[in-house]
């Protein structure tokens, strides 16, 4: 299937700082999602973006499409514990496929 | 509480076998999404039904099927188990047809295969 490269795998970071995560695609996509999921839990929904060069937000989060239409960015500002948790970008490519990356664990210390 | 329900929370069964599992949407939605997510593969987009029809398909095996019933729930049904379907599913809901609509998802069931 599609291969959506989402880095960096895992982040340790102190609380109150800036938060980047990325994925990167050799497909054009339509859509592109970011999702957090906490222990247990399903994934939830954070940004969703529909055009190349949106840049959208979501409290102290901030996603962009990238011009190519084969990126996205995270940007998670003055992170707090509540943070924590495993981050995920979605694409959809025509024809209604969506893919999932690999994921970004987040540990927010205190 | 994403107001989506699946069950069962917890399934252990043996090689060989055939599971059910169910997901019953948000009060309104039309559309449910099945969901795969094991170590080694990530979150894998499975199959969507939209009001009763199929509406989209991702890498869904053979040995699986899915339907969506008249009053919305869904069924996502997994024979010839084998070790590598051992995952946890989710099942997730959205009001509208399009992939793209806020979707909501359960809690998921997780699937042990021995």
């Known amino acids: 299937g599609q291969q959506l490269n989402q880095s960096p795998q895992s982040m340790f970071i102190q609380e109150g700082e800036d938060v980047s995560m990325n994925c990167t695609s050799s497909?054009?996509?339509?859509?592109w999602l970011w999702y957090k999921q906490e222990p247990g839990e399903g994934p939830v929904l954070l940004i969703a973006?529909?055009?190349?060069?949106e840049l959208t937000s979501n409290g102290r989060l901030t996603a962009q499409f990238g011009i190519t239409r084969k990126d996205s960015f995270l940007n998670i500002s003055a992170s707090i514990p509540s943070d924590v948790g495993i981050y995920f970008c979605?694409?959809?490519?025509?024809?209604?496929?969506?893919?999932f990356g690999t994921g970004t664990s987040l540990t927010v210390i205190p | 509480d994403s107001g989506v329900t699946q069950t069962p929370k917890h399934l252990i069964t043996a090689t060989g076998q055939r599971v059910t599992l169910r997901c019953s949407p948000r009060?309104?939605?039309?559309?449910v999404y099945w969901y795969q997510q094991s170590l080694d593969q990530g979150l894998q987009f499975l199959i969507q039904?939209?009001?009763?029809?199929?509406?989209a398909k991702g890498n869904i095996l053979e040995r699986f099927s899915a339907q969506q019933f008249p009053d919305l729930h869904s069924e996502l049904n997994l024979s010839s188990l084998e070790l590598g379907d051992s995952a946890l599913y989710f099942c997730?809901?959205?009001?509208?047809?399009?992939?793209?609509?806020?979707?909501?998802f359960g809690p998921g069931t997780r699937l042990t295969v021995l």
């Open positions: 009060s309104g939605d039309l559309s």
């Open positions: 979605a694409g959809q490519l025509a024809g209604n496929q969506f893919y």
């Open positions: 497909s054009i996509f339509n859509t």
């Open positions: 039904y939209y009001n009763g029809e199929e509406r």
């Open positions: 997730a809901s959205s009001w509208g047809a399009r992939e793209a609509d806020t979707q909501y």
């Open positions: 973006l529909y055009k190349a060069g």
